[in-house]
């Protein structure tokens, strides 16, 4: 399993940009596709954004689109997702995870332990 930690997270205003990182260790990062996923209170946790192995190919869930970007490193095992244009509807714990694959619409997390995640908070 991959070990992953987030960081970047803080309290933004409203139509302000933030952007989250994701440090992996373990030389298996490159096999997987990765996510950004987040957890609001009293809310389900959700993929907001994923990434295929190369980089390639990306998925954004409908609420994020235009708004925030994946992306990755390989060689320094890292993950950053780009935020911008926030709203208070984007306050949450963000994780990043490793997936099944980029095939299922919403891609699914592949493991079932999670990090710690970073909280964003937007304020209006």
């Known amino acids: 399993q991959v070990q992953l930690a987030e960081s970047g997270g803080g309290l933004v205003q409203a139509g302000g940009s933030l952007t989250l990182s994701c440090q992996a260790s373990g030389h298996k990062f490159v096999s997987y596709a990765m996510g950004w996923f987040r957890q609001a209170p009293d809310k389900e946790r959700e993929v907001v954004a994923a990434i295929g192995w190369s980089g390639d190919a990306t998925y954004y869930a409908d609420s994020v689109k235009g708004r925030f970007t994946i992306y990755r490193d390989n060689t320094k095992n890292a993950l950053w997702l780009r935020m911008s244009d926030l709203t208070p509807e984007d306050t949450a714990i963000y994780y990043c995870?490793?997936?099944?694959?980029?095939?299922?619409?919403?891609?699914?997390?592949?493991?079932?332990?999670w990090g710690q995640g970073a909280q964003v908070t937007v304020s209006s």
């Open positions: 995870h490793a997936l099944v694959d980029l095939i299922e619409d919403p891609p699914r997390p592949e493991f079932a332990t």
